[in-house]
């Protein structure tokens, strides 16, 4: 059996918020949650102030061992049933083991309802357990029960909220249950978190999405103890900025989020950093195509401007677009270009054959051999003494495994060498992978004498 997962930020915040009232202090309320049997009344505290508040797998851990302590103190001990409930329900939020722990979670839930308690943990999170099975109704029906009981308890707003958000369709409940929860605990930063999700994921109005993230962060930073949940406010407003394609801002957030979340323990602590690494990765790509449609279209301008000026065209082409390692840049920018310089009359010899062989290089990037070498081709039928373009074809042809007429071209572009391609310049090219695996032959070593 699997819970549907809204998102694993709610998920986290969701986990024993019912058992925070007023920030930190509902535990400390004995005559709401407190037993005739003091040892195992703090057997209970020590469970939430001393392990469940770290929220992690150890703190969880050791919370469910001192809760089963206080219940082998006080086996009527309604509170410590939900509470345990609520741990295992915090476990559920690891995939694994679901339903061993789903089980566990329904068992103390119903232990706690037996008893027909005056508080509304119990029934908080039996909602959570008849949610999971898909009866909405009645998920709602017990926290509104819960409320009802305990009207004060923070916690069962938060809970209400949530589901209303869930929902997708109770915006306007979901932020009413938030303020009215802010008017009994104006520090309760689940509260921020959860309206900016409200406003983030349903509603769209992102400006105050922004606005409830950074008084959740504004709480992490600033209240004690500190909620380490509210570190989430971080990797939330990044999302926001992330929707708005305002990318720096989001890079800015994620990698502070970073800071926070990797030296720590937290729960589940592994698939936050997975959201992250991927958040940034890909915000990264998108802030790098915003800056090369950027500067590819302020090259077209610039060639827009003065499109005779051949010097312009050849730094446009060999610079900025065959620097640009992108098949979608060679296709679109950088061949075009190659070819229309080829077009262009002009008294130096050599535009048109670093054109050409600019061609081929781009051809040969994506991987359209056939057609590179035909370039070369069509070239040498014309101007069969051009020694930069014999060479191309001995390196097209050794690379073809052709080696003997690989090595007919380079001898002939080794005769045919001029004042532009020099044997200095010969000899360097020689050292292009291409010739790898002739490099040991007798006809190679020859090219360099």
């Known amino acids: ?111 706690a309802i037996s008893y027909n308690p005056k508080t509304g943990d119990a029934y908080s999170v039996m909602s959570d357990v008849v949610w999971t099975e898909h009866d909405t109704a009645q998920a709602l029906n017990l926290l509104r ?19 209303f958000t869930q929902m997708g369709k109770a915006d306007d409940s979901a932020i009413y249950y938030l303020h009215r929860l802010l008017q009994y605990d104006p520090e309760y930063g689940q509260a921020f978190m959860k309206l900016g999700n409200v406003y983030n994921w349903n509603i769209h109005d992102f400006d105050s999405a922004k606005f409830y993230y950074r008084k959740a962060i504004e709480n992490y930073n600033t209240i004690k103890p500190r909620d380490n949940r509210m570190m989430g406010g971080y990797y939330s407003l990044a999302d926001v900025y992330n929707k708005q394609e305002q990318y720096d801002s989001a890079i800015y957030y994620y990698k502070i989020y970073l800071q ?23 915000c990264q790509q998108r802030l790098s195509g915003n800056y090369l449609n950027q500067f590819l279209t302020l090259n077209e301008q610039r060639i827009a401007k003065d499109p005779g000026n051949t010097d312009l065209l050849m730094q446009t082409l060999e610079e900025n677009y065959m620097s640009i390692e992108q098949d979608s840049v060679y296709e679109k920018y950088a061949l075009p270009l190659a070819k229309h310089i080829q077009t262009i009359h002009s008294p130096d010899p050599y535009l048109r054959i670093y054109a050409t062989d600019d061609e081929f290089v781009i051809l040969k990037k994506l991987k359209r051999n056939d057609e590179a070498l035909k370039v070369l081709e069509a070239y040498n039928a014309n101007n069969p003494k051009e020694p930069l373009i014999l060479f191309d074809l001995g390196r097209m042809k050794i690379s073809t495994n052709d080696n003997q007429a690989g090595f007919a071209y380079l001898n002939k572009a080794k005769l045919y060498l001029n004042d532009v391609f020099t044997k200095q310049v010969f000899i360097e090219q020689l050292n292009n992978p291409d010739f790898d695996k002739v490099r040991s032959t007798s006809e190679f070593k020859k090219l360099t004498e």
């Open 1 to 111: 059996m699997k819970k549907i997962y809204f998102s694993l930020f709610l998920i986290l915040n969701l986990a024993l918020a019912v058992s925070a009232q007023r920030g930190f202090n509902y535990y400390k309320d004995s005559g709401r949650v407190g037993s005739s049997n003091e040892k195992a009344y703090t057997y209970f505290k020590k469970a939430y102030y001393d392990c469940i508040w770290k929220w992690t797998t150890a703190g969880a851990d050791s919370a469910e061992y001192y809760l089963k302590l206080a219940i082998q103190e006080d086996s009527n001990y309604s509170a410590a049933y939900a509470f345990l409930a609520h741990v295992y329900q915090f476990k559920t939020y690891n995939p694994q083991d679901f339903d061993k722990y789903f089980a566990l979670q329904k068992k103390y839930a119903e232990k």
């Open 145 to 163: 029960n819960a409320i009802a009981r305990e009207p004060d308890n923070v916690g069962n707003y938060l809970f209400l909220s949530v589901r």
């Open 260 to 282: 926070e979340l990797e030296p720590s323990d937290m729960y589940v602590r592994e698939q936050f950093l997975s959201l992250t690494y991927k958040a940034l990765y890909e």
